[in-house]
């Protein structure tokens, strides 16, 4: 089993930044992939970032160029750092953990004002 806390998020007006972090413990594995996921209101769960543990990062196109993920293997964490935030990445931000198994955070409200 894998635990996830997810911790960072808050309000932020329209320009701004926040880091989010994700704390993985339980039964780790430092080849796993790990990721950022969002749910708006009324909308589907989509990618934001995933992360291999060799660093290699893959991106959605609306965050591409504002967020960067990466992690510490060493600590079993990982962050999304958010700059440029605007109202439309206002939703419920999860971090995933997959290896021998998908386990999902409990999830951290990013809510930005215009």
């Known amino acids: 089993q894998v635990q996830l806390v997810e911790s960072g998020g808050g309000l932020v007006q329209a320009g701004g930044s926040l880091r989010l972090s994700c704390a993985a413990s339980?039964?780790?594995?430092?080849?796993?992939?790990m990721g950022w996921y969002r749910q708006a209101p009324g909308k589907r769960r989509e990618m934001v970032a995933v992360?291999?543990?060799?660093?290699?990062?893959n991106y959605a196109d609306s965050v591409k160029g504002r967020f960067t993920i990466s992690r510490d293997n060493a600590k079993n964490t990982a962050y999304l750092q958010m700059t440029s935030l605007n109202p439309e990445d206002t939703a419920i931000y999860y971090c995933?953990?997959?290896?021998?198994?998908?386990?999902w955070g409990q999830g951290t409200q990013v809510t930005v004002s215009s």
């Open positions: 339980g039964n780790i594995f430092s080849i796993s992939v």
């Open positions: 992360i291999t543990a060799g660093g290699i990062t």
């Open positions: 995933n953990y997959n290896y021998g198994g998908n386990y």
